[in-house]
DNA sequence: CAAGGATATTTGCAAATGCATTTAAATCTG
DNA sequence: CAGATTTAAATGCATTTGCAAATATCCTTG
């Protein structure tokens, strides 16, 4: 009997191997997630004495790279909520580190403007982050960085619900 | 004049390449907190039907590769608060998931086991998970992601607090 | 071997978070 | 072009989180 008289929609996929199988060392997204929550917790940590958060502390760094987005994109490039964020520009807001202005084509967005002073706040901590990420390298030449940096660019092409 | 009159204790570091520079998308701590956002987002909401939420999933999985740990521990392993842990642990211990046990050589510490019935939630969960993770690395061939892997261990160890 | 310090876990409590709703404005549709 | 729908941001509120303190046990050292 050929396999004609079989409906085959799809052919089925092969069991996933079992977690225990692939085991948690070679799981790529457990040791993502051990090395962000040390990286973040590490700088946090430093942070907290500049009375900045990690949300806040995001906000500043791609306000850093990026002028003036909507509130709606900072809160995809920060990954942070959006309402978790509008708190959090309150307070930067507050502290003269950034300045919200209504987008003049669509009254209903905002966009987020870094002041003088946010620059020169951030300034003073991009070292810390810059030292976090050469610990996190130490060790890796520019090729596997590189390389690395290009696979990290692929997955996050995989997964983004957004296309900024 | 010769630098031997000149303390050199360190040569400086040459001064980190800002931030703008480098560009967010070359920045790989940018790109692991925004895969891994959206990665940890779409597991919760497709566990939340499950009643699990994110801190019971890493249990549960962990627990499916490691037999028994101390809670401090699987704090590590799961990268969850303790104090978070243990009231995760409350939660799927009432579930019937888990069974705390004190540990016979120390008492003031504990150990967790999985029971059949939390085995067999992982079990139904654990294809979601591969899936996700699937997504993650479509694209990307089996040298590609060993690498990727490999790169990921150096950093774990790297910045790693904890020898597990 | 007793006192002091260290370690494992839990718990109280204030702060942070995120969902759902609200408000306001833009866009679509018949 | 009026009404319905969508989108942007802020906010109310319940839940979750994490720090610090409490509790219990173990280890070290004089």
Redesign the pocket.
């Known amino acids: 009997m050929t396999d004609q008289s079989q409906p085959k929609p799809e052919p089925a996929n092969p069991p996933a191997p079992r977690l225990g199988e692939i085991g948690l060392s070679n799981y790529a997204p457990y040791l993502m997630n051990r090395i962000m929550g040390r990286y973040n917790a590490s700088l946090?940590d430093e942070m907290a004495d500049l009375g900045l958060?990690?949300?806040k502390m995001r906000v500043l760094a791609v306000l850093s790279v990026i002028e003036a987005p909507?509130?709606?994109?900072l809160?995809v490039l920060t990954v942070?909520?959006?309402?978790?964020?509008?708190?959090?520009?309150?307070q930067l807001a507050a502290e003269g580190m950034v300045r919200?202005q209504t987008?003049p084509a669509?009254?209903?967005?905002?966009?987020i403007y870094l002041t003088k002073s946010g620059r020169t706040t951030f300034e003073a901590l991009w070292p810390r982050m810059s030292d976090a990420h050469a610990r996190m390298f130490k060790g890796i030449d520019d090729a596997e960085r590189r390389a690395f940096v290009g696979t990290l660019q692929k997955m996050l092409a995989n997964i983004r619900k957004h296309e900024i």
Request: glycine fraction near 0%; avoid cysteine; charged fraction near 40%.
């Open positions: 946090r958060t990690t949300p909507l509130i709606r994109d809160a942070i909520e959006q309402s978790t964020l509008s708190r959090a520009l309150d919200r987008d669509d009254s209903r967005a905002t966009r």
